[in-house]
Every structure is written in C-alpha cells, then in structure tokens.
C-alpha cells in the first residue's frame, strides 16, 4: 500500500512565499526615517565643529562674513529667531559655512526639511540678503589726521611767508633790530645806545594778581604727558572727569575748595591761586589732592 501526498502538502508554505516576494528597494519610510534625522547632527553644531577645527573664533567669523556676534551665537545654539525670516537664515547659513569651509547646500535643505519647506520661487531674496550683509557701520570722523593735515598747512604756511620777504626784507628787519631808521634817504649819525627793557614781571605774580581772591582756583597743565584727571567741587559736584592730552590744560574754580584726582601725577603741573604747586610726584602715581583758598596746600 502506498502512501501518497495530501492535498496540504501541495500547498507552498509560507517559507517558499517569503522566499518568492520581490525585495523592496528605495527610502525607508515611517519610524527607521526619523530615527535617522533625529541622529543626524542639528546645523548649529555643524558650523560650531567646523568653526573649531578651522581655529577660528567668533568674533573672526563674524569679521569675514558681516553677520553680527549674536546672530552667530545664536544660529551655533539652533536659535533662527533673530535672523528675520527664512531668506536671512538661508544666507546666514550659507556665508557662515562658506567661511569656516564647510558645504552650506546640505545645511540649507536641513533648514528646508525643518522648518517648513524651500525659499519661495522668482523672489529676490538673495539681493536683500546681499545688501543687508555687506551693509558696513557709518565711519566716525578722523579727527587726529585731520589734525595733523591742519598741523602741516599751517608749518607751510609759515615756512613759506619767512622765504618769500627776500633779501630786502631780511636787510629791513636787521636794521629795525639794530635801532635804525626805517627811511633809506637821510644820512644816519651814530646809533643811539639801546634803551634798557622795562623789568617784566614775574609770571607767577601776573597770574597771582588776575585770581579772585575769593574763590579757589586751581589750573591742571599736561606738560610731561597725558593724564586722566577727576575734579569735583566743595558739593561733590562733578566739574570734569576725562583723560587730558599732553599739552593740554583745564582751570577750574569753586567758593570753597576743589578735590582732585590724578592718574598721572607725574605728568601734572599744578598751578593753585596764580601759584605753582611744587610736588615730587612720580610718573604713573596716583594722587587724591584738595585744595582751598589762600595759599596752595596738599590736602
């Protein structure tokens, strides 16, 4: 008796069915999809690691490419709001990677894929975007050069009246120094003997005689250098507080007594009441100074 195959046995099992299915090619969708983008590095700490391995500094990048230091900072941390909409943030993207070398086109569809979607079609996007980077601070005045310009005409200037008087400009004055006279026509005697200089007076006396007796008046000259000085009056009052170039000078006057302070001491000649203040204060010596009617005194 022999044994035959059941109609089960015909039947392909489910094996030879899974072996016979054609195999699926292409992009994996659903769960395996997003596991992939939430591995994949956000487009802040792309351009921090380039930054980094390109040894450069924030400040460096934002130099190059024109976008503020915040914006920079804050499209490191993923933070977009402060670039001023999806075009501006495309740009920031795309000039940040261009300066620290990395690919901005890779980033620039993670922003896409992110927030919603690529920039608009026929706009004109990338010229705004252009001029607003580019866009440079408005320059202060040169004051030192033009200073220095006013300086040099006014040494021409001078330079050029001693040249152009000539000899006999040159022979007149001589002959006004001597005590001649000016008119060439009439014979000359002797020369009169000079007549002494009337006794100049002393400096220190003129300023003491053109200071209010009743005030305090204290003069700040930046003779060997530049100094920060601080004044204030008898009230706490602030008079002035800034740095003071050499050469420069400021006088100032209270009813009662002015309180000083010097950075620079030793760069400082001080004049109280129309009188120089002697001291032997040395350079870079900082000194607290007050001073009131009357004859100077260190307070």
């Known amino acids: 008796m022999s044994i035959g195959n ?38 802040g700490s792309v351009l921090r ?48 990677a261009r300066a620290v070398g990395a690919d901005p086109e890779p980033l620039i569809a993670q922003y896409d894929e992110e927030h919603g979607g690529g920039p608009p079609a026929q706009t004109a996007a990338a010229p705004l975007f ?17 200073m220095v310009a006013a300086i040099v005409a006014v040494i021409s200037f001078v330079a050029y009246t001693a040249f152009s008087g000539g000899d006999d400009g040159d022979g007149a004055s001589q002959q006004l120094a001597e005590g001649a006279s000016p008119s060439a026509g009439k014979p000359t005697g002797k020369p009169s003997p000079p007549k ?52 420069e000078s400021k006088t100032f006057q209270d009813k009662q007594k002015i309180d000083l302070v010097l950075g620079d001491a030793g760069a400082i000649k001080l004049f109280v009441n129309g009188k120089q203040v002697e001291n032997e204060f040395e350079p870079g010596q900082v000194e607290r100074l007050t001073y009131t009617k009357g004859d100077p005194e260190v307070g």
């Open 196 to 247: 002494p200089a009337d006794p100049k007076p002393d400096p220190s006396d003129s300023a003491i005689a053109g200071v209010p007796r009743d005030k305090v008046t204290v003069k700040v000259d930046a003779t060997d250098g530049r100094s920060w000085i601080s004044a204030k009056d008898h009230n706490g009052r602030l008079l002035f507080d800034g740095l003071l170039q050499q050469g």
């Open 130 to 146: 252009e001029a607003e980077r580019i866009r440079s601070e408005p320059r202060r005045p040169n004051w030192t050069a033009a």
């Open 6 to 43: 059941s109609p089960e046995d015909d039947r392909p099992s489910d094996d030879r069915l899974a072996d016979d299915r054609p195999a699926q090619h292409g992009p994996v969708d659903g769960p395996a999809q997003e596991r992939s983008a939430q591995d994949r590095p956000s487009i």
């Open 49 to 96: 690691r380039a930054r980094i391995d390109a040894g450069l500094s924030v400040d460096e990048v934002s130099t190059s490419t024109r976008v503020r230091i915040p914006l920079v900072h804050g499209i490191e941390q993923d933070d977009f709001s402060r670039c001023g909409g999806d075009v501006y943030a495309r740009g920031h993207i795309r000039a940040l």
